[in-house]
Structure formats: C-alpha cells, structure tokens
C-alpha cells in the first residue's frame, strides 16, 4: 500500500490528508495551489450573456458579425466553397508544419497584393496559423527566440486585450505608445509620434493595419507615411496585425494600404491576418503569419525555424478552414462573391453606425456622437466608464466589454431604434437610449464626458 | 549588423532582422515525408509517418467520418468561436472514452477536459500548464525511447527533461526491471509521462501486470502520471482494452493529467481533434483548473477549431455511427496485425536468420526494427524505403502488395 508522507508536501499547496489509508489517495491534490482564474475580458462576456435569462439581451462583446435579424452570417462563397470541397471527398491527411501551401500563397497575396515585389522575389515566408491569435503567438514567439534587438513590443494606447499576455506568455515585456485621445474619440497624432519618436532602436512596434481594435481610430494615409518615417528613422521592427481587411472600409486593397506603404517604403515587416471576421470562419481558426525577409535565402532559414517552432505546439494546423479559404481565394468566381460579401458587411455596420448616431440625435442627445461614424470597423469606442458599462449590463442585459466597446456587428436596425416604435410596453430600451439618459432617473445619472 | 550604414533608399532593401538565424533541420518524422515526396522510384515506400493507409496504400477516410460530415453539413450550422475549452458535447464525449462513462471521476465531476489541437496541441497545453502550476520538480520524465517530439514540447514549454529505461534492444522488448529500477530513484512528485498503449516508437506495451506495478512504484513514489494516449482503439482493436492501464492508474488513486488524440484512431488527422484531461481532488479544485487551462490557452490560439470536433463528438454521441466506428477501428488495427505477420512470414521465406518474433509482439501502428542508422539508410538510398532514423516503420503504410518488397529489402540490409 502506497503511503503519502505528509512532511513531503511542503511543496504541495494543496490539502493531502495526513491519514494513510487507501481512500486518502483520493483526497490528493496537486492542484490544491491553483487559484480561481477570472474570465476572459472578451470572451467571458459572451459567457455570461449566454446565461442571462433577459429576453431583451443585447451581446455587443465579442467581434463576430451578425445579419441585420441578429444571427450569426456564413457568407455565400463559404458555403459554394465548402460544397466545392465536399464533392471532391478530400482525405485529411496531416498538412504540412506550415500549413496548406496554396491558402499560404493565396494569403501573401491578398495582404501584399499579387505583384508585389516581395513575392515576386520570394523573399517572405507566410505560414498558416490558427486564426490571427496563433499567428500573433507564432510572432511573438519567433520574436522571443530570434529577434535581435531589445525584447520589448510597444502596443498602442489601448489595444487589443489578448495582445498583452501573448507577448508576454512568449516571453516578450509590453510597452506603450500613445494612440487614442479620449477627449476627441481620435487619434492623438502627435502623442503617437512623440512616443514614437523615443522608442529605444531595435525594438518591436505594433501597428494595427486597420480598423483599429477597440477604438475603430485609424492613421489617415498622410500620418501613415509620416509614422512609417518615424518607425524608419528610429530603426524599429514592425509587426502588422490585420484581423479586417476588407471589414474596415469594405475593400480589401484599400484596408492594405498601410501594410503595403511600409513594406514599399523598407520596412521588412512581419504580419499576422486573420481570416475570422472578413470570411465569417471564426471557429475554424484560419490565419497566416508573414516574415518579409532581406532575399530568397533569409525567408527560407525564417521558414526552417517557424517549423521548428511550431511542430512542438500544434504539430500542423487545422485543415478544414484552409481549404475553404484558399477555395474562394483561388477561384476567381467566388473571390468576387466574397468581396462583394465583405462589402456589404462593411456597409451594414456603417449603415449601424449612422443609424446609432441619428437616433441619439432625434433623442435631443446633447453630446458629439460624430465619432460613432467616423470610427471605422466592427467596433466602436463609446466613452463609456467601467461603471457605466456595469450599469448597463446589469440593468439592461446589455454586454460589453468594460472599456466601453461595443461591437457594431451586434447592433441591427431592430435594436438600434427608439423605444417609441416597441410595441411591447415595458419592454427593454433600445441600445440608443440606454446611452442617453432616458427615460429612468436611473439612466439620467449616466454621463459621457 | 542590423542594417547597411548607408543612408540611400535603396539600400533599405537589404535591411535584415534575421541575419542571424539559422536554417534548422528538417522535422526527423515529418521531414521523411517531405523526403519520400521528392523520390521518383515507383517501388518507394513511406514507412515514416504514423498516418494510417489502406491496402491499397493510400489515405483512409473512416465511413462513419464521412456519415458524420453528412449529418453536419445538413444542419448548415455556422461557424462562431467556440468557447475557449472546445466544444462541450466532444470534450465529454472524449472524457468519456478515456475514462468509461461509469467511471467515478466523470460522475462526480472532479476532472476537466479541454478540446485541443489534436494530441500535440494537447501534451504542449498540458506541459504550459505543469510550467505554470506544477507544485513538484519540472523534470519530465520520458521513457527511453519516446515520440521525438515530446522533447521539444516539455522544454520549449519550460520543463526539463529526464529519461527512465523503457526499451530493451536486446530483446526489442520491454525493460521491464530496467523501468521500476529507474521510477523507483525518481525525485518525489517529478513528472512520469506514460503511454497509455501502443508505444511509440517502440509498440512495445507493458502487460497489465506490470502496469500495476508500474502504478504502485509510481505512487510510493508520489509521481505526478501524464499519460499521453494518441492510439486508443488502434492498439489491440478495442478501445477499453487500451484505456486499461489510464483506468487502473485512476482506480488506483492517481489523480493523472491525459493527453488524447483523434487523429489516428478517427483519421482526423488533419482536423486536429484531442482532448487534455486534468483528474482532479474534487469538482471545485476542477473548476479551478479549467479557469487556468482557459487563462493558458487564450494567448496561444483563442479557441479551438470546430469542424473535427464536430464530427468526432458526432460520432461518439450517435450510437449507429459509435458502433460503426469501433468496427473500423477494429478493423484498422487488424489489418496492421496482418501486416506484421506477413512481413515475418516473408522474412523467414528469404531465410533470414534473424529473430523477427518482435515484429509480431509489438503492438499499434510502429514496429521498431532493431535497424540501425547505417542500415536505415541504406534502405532509404537503394530501396527507397523510409524510414525514421531511429529503425521505427510505420506498419500502416505496409500492404499486401509491397509487404514482399519490403521483406526483400529488410533482409538484402541485415544478412
């Protein structure tokens, strides 16, 4: 009979009984020391507006884009492509460490454009990834291995909520430079380019190709180039994030603008694309992860070590999303069904926004809501405080996240209208109202600044 | 070094961050496929990758996978995130496979399993979970041989590594007093990572009565159990049969952390479906860990991916598609035992002189040879068989129509 020496579990936090019997086995413990987790900021709202039992809810969390009656949309070309691949009745064999060759390609191209000079010359290595977290993580930990220069990654002020512990489950310190100016719900220039200018050489900067993530504030074109100078001047490292092209402005070259002016401009990037948002396959997880490199011969050692960093974290991706992707990429008849399919989910949302914005404004909103309309992308960046937010949750059953983002794609011209046209008596406010201090005392306590 | 010292804009062309980086070596498993492909003798056998192959030598799609793809791509269901642990209706579908739906743990709810990127995404996860919260030593204890891969799993994620005796060359067979030998000097609550059946690479498996043993030694011990079980199904046909050893470790008051696969055993291989399983004191500490395993698991890919998962737990949960299943697994296993029967029977037919009985002894989809590199890779150059360099051949890529060549070849090296 096995004995538990109970002076042995010093190291063990956890609660082993001291008796010494058959059933104490059971009462071990190696996880005794493992703390209760909070949720995930993101993805926990999704959670727990998965319980509330309000038939008036509103999910404005999480990124995924919804159709005007609310539900989750699979694009057209995703389903022509998945019939596609269903009829040729493909094995599913074991893709390579890098992911499905001709998605791989077809990715490059769609953030570089096709001719573009870094392809023609192969001088960049683009693996697949899961979805645009495994592409960043892929970075970040290619960066924590390789990179040369001071091991820290400045974010903007504020940024995306995961980029923080995957840099630093990679290994990589987190610094910032400003970016969103709350008094004007824009971009703060100047801050950026202050903050930028002082960045120590060498280090890495990330920049978000478009539709900012959370505040929806983009760099028009002339402050693009004049950030690419700076990020030139101070010899940084760049490292792209485009998780929507083709949702920002509903055109895929235009979104790629800033991605393409670096590279053209010198700057040997790397970049992560997801493909989550502007084809609809979220749960597929389909991504890639680019390394523009000096020449041919630089982008293939970069390609031998990918591989062996990824082998030991997921072996091969996942092949199903690939092969739908590279489908509609690869078959002109589709990729134009899905550019118009983005298009019009890039229009909806700005159709949502102007919605938004004219009601509150028929509501005698006294505040400039004008942001909500010059925001780009599936979010907005209301200016709501975390109080604000939790009122609006717990009151309302309207979720988001607590920095006040509000993900558009969740808002239809169902729930975005005045309450005046509910035919439901005391039914729930619309989103609108709830921001604007009507009708309850209670809502009249909440103030934008 | 970074960067040209002239100023020009062209010269910002040859800027370069990576000068620094090496070309690394091709994956040793993966890499002999990549090898194979190049090849253009049509007798070439890829006797690498343990992906299995009909007797026709090529891929096999299980039946009851594509019955279920059917069901699935009626429902037209969408394509949201699912949550950051997977898909519920698999992940208790495959808890459930390991453990026996009876089984105690499930019933009162003191473990959490989470859906993962196959068998890999799921040893690297529970690795990052040991290098998070593992109270003991991080030392890893591998057996002597194991996959190639399990190395740079558990040290890219933090761990150290260390080896117990496992394989006897003499014998090609188990090292039995060699293992308790070296688990019995093991630092109390180090890490002991097992295979749960069919060893890879060697396909030698204790017996059941070792295994208890095993189980006893490892609890005087008080050894922290991580079993990895990638060939549940695959190894004697019958998928209870090779969860005995996971079963009998729990019953016997291991509270294991388990890393399984559908790759092999479903042929989703390229879908990546697994699961991790945390045995936990009771639902509360279970709660806790699964919070964790969420918090790890975000920053590395969000959540995992949906359609493997889909089918695998349709299959699970639907009894004509489950009980199809078992039959095809049964069926592939079989097929692999006929194989290494016949590749014995051939060696004996060109007269080798050779004890080939461990070819049969040996038990899933590997037979490790007792080849040695030079003889490998003579094999691979005149035959164009391949092989990993460790003497491992997968008996899956094996058929009836090129077990004869192969017996030819084994024997034209080793005479």
């Not at 005794?32 to 969390?61: C, H, R, S, Y």
């Not at 610094?175 to 703060?188: I, Q, V």
């Not at 680019?290 to 030991?312: N, W």
């Not at 028929?362 to 809501?369: A, D, F, L, M, Q």
């Amino acid at each position: 009979m096995a004995l538990l020496k109970s002076s042995k579990v010093i190291y063990c936090l956890g609660n082993i009984s001291p008796s010494l019997g058959v059933l104490s086995t059971r009462n071990s413990s190696w996880w005794g020391g493992v703390q209760m987790g909070p949720p995930d900021p993101i993805l926990g709202v999704t959670e727990a507006f998965k319980k509330d039992t309000n038939p008036k809810k509103m999910n404005l969390g999480v990124g995924a884009y919804r159709d005007d009656q609310g539900k989750p949309f699979v694009l057209s070309c995703v389903r022509k492509a998945e019939a596609i691949i269903a009829a040729k009745q493909l094995d599913k064999e074991y893709l390579p460490i890098g992911g499905l060759a001709e998605f791989s390609k077809a990715c490059a191209q769609l953030a570089l454009g096709p001719e573009n000079e870094v392809l023609k010359s192969s001088r960049s290595v683009t693996v697949q990834t899961i979805s645009g977290t495994g592409s960043l993580r892929i970075g970040a930990n290619f960066l924590a291995r390789f990179h040369p220069g001071p091991h820290d990654v400045y974010l903007p002020k504020p940024s995306w909520g995961n980029h923080t512990p995957i840099f630093r489950d990679a290994g990589m310190q987190l610094k910032a430079y400003r970016y969103y100016e709350p008094s004007t719900c824009g971009f703060d220039f100047k801050g950026a380019l202050d903050d930028i200018s002082k960045i120590p050489e060498q280090s890495i900067i990330l920049l978000h190709a478009c539709a900012h993530n959370p505040t929806g504030v983009d760099p028009r074109p002339e402050q693009w180039k004049e950030i690419a100078d700076i990020v030139k001047k101070r010899n940084l490292l760049v490292f792209f994030d485009m998780a929507y092209q083709g949702f920002a402005s509903g055109d895929i070259d235009r979104d790629a603008w800033a991605v393409r002016h670096f590279i053209e401009n010198g700057h040997n990037i790397v970049l992560s694309q997801s493909f989550a948002k502007n084809m609809g396959l979220y749960g597929e997880r389909v991504g890639g992860f680019t390394v523009v490199c000096k020449d041919a011969e630089e982008a293939k050692r970069v390609e031998s070590q990918l591989k062996i960093l990824i082998r030991p974290i997921y072996s091969n991706p996942p092949v199903n999303g690939a092969r739908i992707a590279a489908t509609i990429l690869n078959t002109p008849e589709l990729r134009s069904l899905w550019l118009e399919e983005v298009h019009g989910m890039a229009n909806r949302i700005i159709k949502m926004r102007e919605q938004l914005v004219a009601g509150l404004k028929k509501n005698g909103s006294s505040h400039n809501w004008q942001h909500v309309i010059d925001q780009i992308g599936m979010f907005c960046f209301t200016g709501l405080k975390p109080e604000q937010v939790e009122r609006l949750t717990k009151e309302f059953s309207v979720y988001m996240t607590k920095d006040g983002r509000i993900s558009m794609a969740g808002v239809t011209s169902g729930n975005v209208r005045s309450a005046k046209e509910k035919t439901t008596g005391t039914a729930t406010l619309p989103l609108l109202n709830k921001i604007t201090m009507k009708p309850t005392a209670a809502l009249r306590n909440l103030s934008l600044s």
